[in-house]
């Protein structure tokens, strides 16, 4: 079965840190874009980072920028987003999300929901002041 489960969320204070995970059991990972978006409580879902399925280029958005950083493991089928830093604006269920389509360029980077074809359930995050 095709999908994401993410893991890692939980309660922190701000300025503390938490890593996610994701572990996709998706044939074609290695040359799968991977993202992570957010969404909190009365607002629309927004992008959070993304990866290249070469690992070669990130995106992040400027909220994130500096202390996010979005990784991943292909040995392992994994994405990863460390957040450092934490603040109370980043409280909201993360997701993470592929763009399976194989054939993309090494540096493609989607920022856009509607580019991504495979979401997992999220995962909460909140972060105290």
């Known amino acids: 079965q095709v999908q994401l489960v993410e893991s890692g969320g939980g309660l922190v204070q701000a300025g503390g840190s938490l890593s996610l995970s994701c572990a996709a059991s998706v044939r074609t990972f290695s040359r799968s874009v991977m993202g992570w978006f957010r969404q909190a409580p009365g607002k629309e879902r927004e992008f959070v980072a993304a990866?290249?399925?070469?690992?070669?280029?990130?995106s992040y958005a400027d909220s994130v920028k500096g202390r996010f950083t979005i990784s991943r493991d292909n040995a392992k089928n994994t994405v990863y987003l460390q957040m450092n830093n934490l603040e109370p604006e980043d409280t909201g269920v993360y997701y993470c999300?592929?763009?399976?389509?194989?054939?993309?360029?090494?540096?493609?980077?989607?920022?856009?929901?509607?580019?991504?074809?495979?979401w997992g359930q999220g995962t909460q995050v909140t972060v105290s002041s």
């Open positions: 999300a592929a763009d399976t389509a194989v054939g993309r360029s090494r540096y493609w980077v989607p920022r856009s929901g509607f580019d991504y074809t495979l």
């Open positions: 990866i290249s399925w070469s690992g070669s280029s990130t």
